[in-house]
């Protein structure tokens, strides 16, 4: 059975960079054919995708934060992580991260963890 | 980008009741349709994918429907395990959307 667990700080200052890791266990990333993906939530709000990474180094973000996101896999830990730079308030949310494969849905989930943006 | 719409926003339904749940693409997403549930605290649960598959572990009640732009998620009897917030996302082109979600209520 897949897992997935979240894990960073969960309070981070404004303009500094957000720093999150996903572990995977009971699978392999590296070799695997699936993107593997972070989704946040704001309180009391929706989903938003934030960006996925194939395993073949090919990376696909939201357009609203590409500026600011990337998301990298370290198949020697089987590990994939998420940084977002020059934080603000609206960044504060419930992080997710899951996987997908082609045309495929979000089947395995983390928990969440939940970060705030706050001086 | 492919803006995902839901509706209604909240539906008041008793229990042993029908659920009909909207999603409408604003272009189309051939079958490329999910639907999650989530329950307060939790992360979504995948409910069912390509617009009427049903993932595994899913009790029959839940059905999707449609295809091109519009969708439909029914729960057949709504079990008090059932109210919660569903999500629609199509998985049909870059960027992921999901819709706004739906509240499902006890009426």
């Known amino acids: 059975q897949l897992q997935l667990q979240e894990s960073g700080p969960g309070l981070v200052k404004p303009s500094e960079t957000l720093s999150l890791t996903c572990t995977v266990s009971g699978g392999s990333i590296s070799g695997s054919d699936y993107y593997w993906v972070w989704i946040r939530q704001p309180p009391g709000k929706g989903l938003e995708w934030i960006g996925s990474f194939y395993y073949s180094r090919s990376a696909y973000y939201n357009p609203s934060l590409q500026s600011r996101v990337t998301i990298s896999v370290d198949t020697s830990k089987n590990q994939f992580s998420l940084k977002l730079s020059f934080v603000t308030a609206a960044d504060t949310a419930v992080y997710y991260c899951?996987?997908?494969?082609?045309?495929?849905?979000?089947?395995?989930w983390g928990q969440g963890t939940q970060v705030t943006v706050s001086s | 980008e492919i803006v995902m719409t839901q509706s209604p926003a909240t539906l008041s339904v008793s229990p042993g009741e029908r659920a009909t749940l909207s999603c409408r693409a604003s272009?189309?997403?051939?079958?490329?349709l999910v639907w999650y549930q989530q329950k307060p605290g939790q992360a979504p649960r995948l409910l069912i994918y390509?617009?009427?598959t049903r993932a595994t572990g899913i009790p029959a009640r839940f059905s999707g429907g449609g295809s091109g732009t519009d969708f439909t998620l029914s729960i057949s009897s709504l079990q008090s395990e059932d109210f919660a917030v569903y999500y629609c996302?199509?998985?049909?082109?870059?960027?992921?959307?999901f819709g706004g979600g739906t509240k499902v209520e006890i009426k």
């Open positions: 899951t996987r997908h494969g082609h045309y495929a849905p979000l089947d395995y």
């Open positions: 272009q189309s997403v051939n079958s490329n």
């Open positions: 390509g617009a009427s």
């Open positions: 996302q199509q998985c049909n082109s870059w960027p992921l959307t």
